[in-house]
């Protein structure tokens, strides 16, 4: 199977299931919702919107099958109109007493949203790559993939067939990998990152190789040629895109494998290092300490302090393969 270095990123980071809602909407209507502390999507399973975001200087049109995404802590209104005054989010599921709710005759808007609660650790790696704030609109190329999303998101939540609850975690997987796939795809220049390098079709054959067999010792004229360029050019071209040279990619790709590697108190440092392709434990520690701030024990303490559980007894897969998010939404049927 080709290593694909999307997923293994998107794995390393650990998507958890979270308590997500929707409500159904008719005649004047705004809610507010609060900053969140985690990347929040939402979309627009029926009628339409106004959208405004903290920080941004305009609202936004929401339209049937437009998807949102908020990877920012900014408060956001939904509303019918601009003039009606918002009412809390909060105070309305929390009078509801469940995850959905309806205002007024709920006749003629329908909203579901949820959340992603990436690992506190790897986490970062997918929050330092996006933007605030994600738009992708139902007139998009990916509009058909959206639009079937979300028709079964709200099919499977309205007839509680046997399995509902995972077919709803699958398909809730899948609609995040599309918002990314879609943002990759239609937002332009993307500003230097692994996001942007993971696009570039030119770098592509060194990013596998180097996802593909992290511990091995790659050099720069393999992964160029791999590529089909000078050492120069592939060098040139590869730090303008990713944001950082290809070997100190691929040392800070095997730092986040370490970190994950480390969650194990059962696994020995030296068994750490080896696996990633250091001949020595200190080798290994100082490689470790320049990019992280700490030695590999400091760290494995500060996880231990912090009470954080045993993450795994290996290092991730880097063989690519389907990311593990199991995403639960709660969805409303249309009326």
Same mark, same amino acid.
């Given at each position: 199977m080709t290593t694909d270095p999307f997923s293994d990123i998107l794995k390393l980071t650990q998507a958890r299931s979270l308590v997500t809602g929707g409500f159904t909407a008719g005649g004047p209507w705004a809610v507010r919702f609060p900053a969140p502390d985690k990347i929040k999507f939402f979309a627009v399973v029926k009628g339409k919107c106004w959208v405004r975001l903290e920080g941004e200087p305009e609202p936004v049109r929401f339209e049937t099958g437009d998807v949102g995404l908020l990877s920012a802590p900014r408060w956001s209104i939904l509303s019918s109109d601009l003039e009606t005054e918002p009412i809390e989010a909060m105070d309305i599921f929390s009078r509801a007493g469940r995850s959905t709710t309806q205002? $007024?005759?709920?006749?003629?808007f329908a909203h579901v949203g949820g959340h992603v609660l990436l690992d506190p650790v790897s986490g970062p790696l997918l929050l330092d790559v996006l933007p605030p704030w994600i738009h992708i609109k139902a007139a998009s190329p990916q509009a058909a993939v959206f639009s079937w999303l979300l028709d079964r998101l709200v099919e499977e939540r309205a007839a509680g067939q046997p399995g509902s609850q995972l077919a709803s975690a699958?398909?809730?997987?899948?609609?995040?990998?599309?918002?990314?796939r879609a943002h990759v795809a239609s937002s332009g220049p993307l500003n230097a990152g692994w996001l942007r390098a993971l696009s570039d079709a030119r770098i592509a054959p060194a990013l596998r190789l180097m996802h593909e067999s992290p511990a091995r010792s790659w050099h720069l004229e393999d992964l160029a040629h791999a590529c089909a360029m000078s050492r120069t050019t592939f060098a040139s071209h590869f730090? $303008?895109? $990713?944001?950082? $040279?290809?070997?100190?990619?691929?040392?800070?790709?095997?730092?986040r494998l370490a970190e994950r590697a480390l969650g194990d108190d059962a696994t020995p440092v030296s068994v750490v290092a080896q696996t990633l392709g250091y001949a020595s434990e200190s080798a290994f520690s100082h490689a470790f300490k320049r990019i992280t701030g700490r030695s590999p024990k400091a760290y494995r303490t500060a996880l231990r302090l912090a009470g954080r559980p045993t993450i795994g007894?290996?290092?991730p897969s880097t063989s690519g393969g389907a990311i593990d998010l199991t995403l639960a939404v709660e969805t409303l049927q249309q009326d």
């Open positions: 205002l $007024a005759n709920g006749n003629e699958q398909l809730s997987q899948l609609l995040f990998i599309e918002i990314l730090k $303008a895109v $990713a944001g950082v $040279a290809p070997l100190t990619y691929l040392t800070n790709w095997r730092m007894r290996d290092l």
